[in-house]
Nanobody
Framework: QVQLVESGGGLVQAGGSLRLSCAASKRTYTIGTIAWFRQAPGKEREFVAAIALNRGTTAYADSVQGRFTISRDNTKSTTFLQMNSLKPEETAVYYC?????????????????WGRGTQVTVSY
């Protein structure tokens, strides 16, 4: 069983930055892709970014392209989401998710393992 633990959420003013971390309990031979999703109250969970751990291939939602950067450390056990120029409408719980080595996916149903989420609040 893969366990994912998110950290780094908090309160930030509009235009500010936050860096989220996702620590995975197992190495990449069981995990091929790590992704970030977010869910605001009353809204569906939406894809933010994903990274294929071995090749480093990335994918981003159009809404965050150019502002958010997903990366992983050399051990590939921790994945990061650097979020710049944050907007109030991006207030949500941000979830880390993992799937096997079958390529990057942007739909939440493709992911088998989920963290508990970390709250990001962007104030005006």
């Amino acid at each position: 069983q893969v366990q994912l633990v998110e950290s780094g959420g908090g309160l930030v003013q509009a235009g500010g930055s936050l860096r989220l971390s996702c620590a995975a309990s197992k190495r990449t031979y069981t995990i091929g892709t790590i992704a970030w999703f977010r869910q605001a109250p009353g809204k569906e969970r939406e894809f933010v970014a994903a990274i294929a751990l071995n090749r480093g291939t990335t994918a981003y939602a159009d809404s965050v392209q150019g502002r958010f950067t997903i990366s992983r450390d050399n051990t590939k056990s921790t994945t990061f989401l650097q979020m710049n120029s944050l907007k109030p409408e991006e207030t949500a719980v941000y979830y880390c998710a993992a799937k096997g080595p079958t390529g990057v996916a942007t739909v939440h149903l493709a992911y088998e393992y989920w963290g508990r989420g970390t709250q990001v609040t962007v104030s005006y």
